[in-house]
């Protein structure tokens, strides 16, 4: 601690910078000791004067609010700048009457926190408000530091208030701006969450946790696969992986497993954040509940399936009379042979060996019966799409056969171009059939409007350089208005004077489910040409 030197002068005359807390106005321990002896008249004030004045001009000046306080916490010591701001006078400031600037909410709190610092002895801070000359009241920060004697007793405490009004506002209008953020998060009908760059949760919002039943602590990190389905567990944590990974948008359906117990199709979609090198520093994503489009979608399929089969059993109507023609051929054939093979038997002795040929051929013809059975019965039989790898010149050659006697009938030439060692493809051969079936027929319908037209019918197919296999059915007849071309694939639009105007939509539906599309041309000179393109496949 600072003492008086023998020429009269103080220590505390040496005081410079050093001495003052680093940004705080406060003093050290020996610049206001020295500052507070003279004050109290330990040495002798007169000979310093001059620098006892400089020393207080610069508490005044400095540009806080400073003050001081014995151990008990009242109050001995406000330096200008503090007085000029409350507009209290040291006498009303003084002991505990500092305390009147307070507001009155924090008044009873900083009571309460003071005692708790001279309690502690230690430095310490605090937010509260201060009522300035005007009335108005300012956030100050309060900070307090103990003086110790050589004994380590707390014998002052001398400390700063600092405005922080707009550091305050600012904080709060950013925690306003938060809480609105925050609200129209948690309003937003889908389910917002946020991931850091490695992929783990670190957000969800409160729709999210609503839904599920879990808490924010629970879903963070990988704690959300707790909401997944089982079933959609692999695929779903494997294609956000990928995404993590690679940086790549995220997008993925899978069913999340809700409070009540039910799960519902949530469509997942996510967009990384970069920083301007390029690096992601957030994942921002949104569950967007799909369920009523997923089961719409489902009844849609069922309704297409029931009508697919309803235009099919229609189909079979239509071809009566080359369903009896295609199975009345092998059963001749079994009955010739069975003639055959009786008299070969009847004779004396018996031709064995053309008795065996003619066995042959009643079996062979059994076979064909057989199979024209099956495809006819899986024409008319309803059921869920069996896709598996098949020759699509098989089964245009199979459609072909089931049409012969409708094509006999109006008189149409058909020709085939059947491409050379196409590969196979992915398909459900009945709704394959039902097509090319659908195709065939509506091009004999057009080539019976024109007795005077030649009636030819081309079918072909080919092998695409985009591993695509395509299957064209062309026809001579009337052609298309070119105002109806845009309206063909039209649910309910037909040209014919008893059609429903289903058959090409049910088709375009088929085929764009095996992947691929289906089109319409008007051919060069006459008639029309339709064509569909399916994707080839190595493997199921």
């Known amino acids: ?186 309003t937003i009908p889908a389910m917002v969450w946020t991931c850091l760059p490695n992929g783990l949760c670190d957000f969800v919002n409160e729709r999210m946790l609503s839904y599920t039943g879990l808490s924010a602590e629970e879903m963070r990190g990988t704690g959300w696969k707790a909401m997944v389905h089982p079933d959609d567990m692999e695929e779903h944590l494997q294609a956000w992986t990928s995404s993590a990974e690679t940086g790549n948008s995220f997008e993925f359906e899978s069913r999340l497993l809700g409070a009540d117990g039910h799960c519902r199709w949530f469509l997942h979609r996510a967009e990384p954040m970069r920083d301007e090198s390029g690096n992601i520093v957030k994942w921002y994503g949104t569950n967007l509940d799909i369920d009523d489009r997923r089961r719409a979608e489902q009844e849609l399929r069922t309704a297409h399936a029931d009508l697919a089969h309803a235009m099919r059993v229609a189909s079979l109507g239509e071809m009566a009379a080359s369903i009896v023609h295609e199975v009345n051929q092998p059963l001749t054939a079994i009955v010739i042979s069975g003639g055959a093979c009786l008299t070969w038997l009847g004779k004396d002795p018996p031709d064995l060996d053309k008795v065996r040929t003619s066995v042959e051929q009643m079996v062979e013809a059994g076979e064909r019966t057989g199979d024209v059975v099956q495809r006819l019965r899986a024409l008319a039989k309803k059921g869920d799409p069996q896709k598996q790898l098949l020759a699509i010149n098989e089964v245009i050659e199979e459609c072909l056969a089931m049409v012969e006697r409708e094509l006999d009938n109006h008189g149409v030439t058909v020709r085939m171009e059947l491409g050379n060692c196409l590969q196979p493809l992915l398909g459900d051969r009945v709704q394959l059939q039902q097509v090319i079936i659908n195709l065939i027929l509506n091009s004999v319908d057009a080539m019976g409007a024109d007795a005077n037209r030649p009636r030819q019918l081309l079918v072909r197919s080919e092998q695409t350089d985009r591993d695509q296999v395509i299957v064209a059915v062309q026809d001579s007849g009337i052609g298309i208005d070119p105002k109806d071309l845009d309206r063909l694939f039209d649910a309910f639009f037909t040209t014919k004077p008893d059609g429903l105007g289903m058959g090409l939509r049910i088709c375009r539906t088929i085929i764009e489910d095996h992947g691929g599309m289906l089109w319409a041309s008007r051919n060069a000179d006459t008639g029309a040409t339709f064509q569909f393109s399916l994707p080839l496949q190595t493997k199921v």
């Open 1 to 186: 601690m600072y003492t008086c030197a023998p020429n009269g002068n103080s220590n505390a005359d040496q005081v410079d910078r050093r001495d003052a807390l680093p940004g705080s106005g406060v003093f050290s321990h020996d610049a206001g000791a020295a500052y507070m002896a003279r004050r109290n008249g330990d040495c002798p004030m007169s000979e310093n004067s001059l620098i006892d004045n400089q020393f207080r001009t610069a508490i005044d000046m400095i540009p806080t609010l400073v003050w001081a306080a014995r151990p008990d916490g009242s109050a001995e010591f406000f330096n200008r700048r503090w007085l000029e701001y409350t507009g209290l006078t040291v006498d009303e400031a003084k002991n505990w009457g500092w305390v009147s600037a307070l507001h009155p909410d924090e008044a009873t709190n900083l009571r309460e926190t003071w005692n708790t610092i001279m309690a502690s002895g230690e430095p310490a801070e605090a937010e509260e408000r201060l009522r300035r000359w005007d009335g108005e009241y300012r956030w100050f920060l309060f900070r307090a530091v103990p003086l110790r004697d050589e004994a380590g007793q707390v014998v002052r405490w001398y400390g700063t208030n600092t405005d922080i009004e707009h550091r305050r506002q600012s904080e709060q209008r950013t925690e306003e701006a938060e809480k609105r953020l925050r609200a129209a998060i948690d």
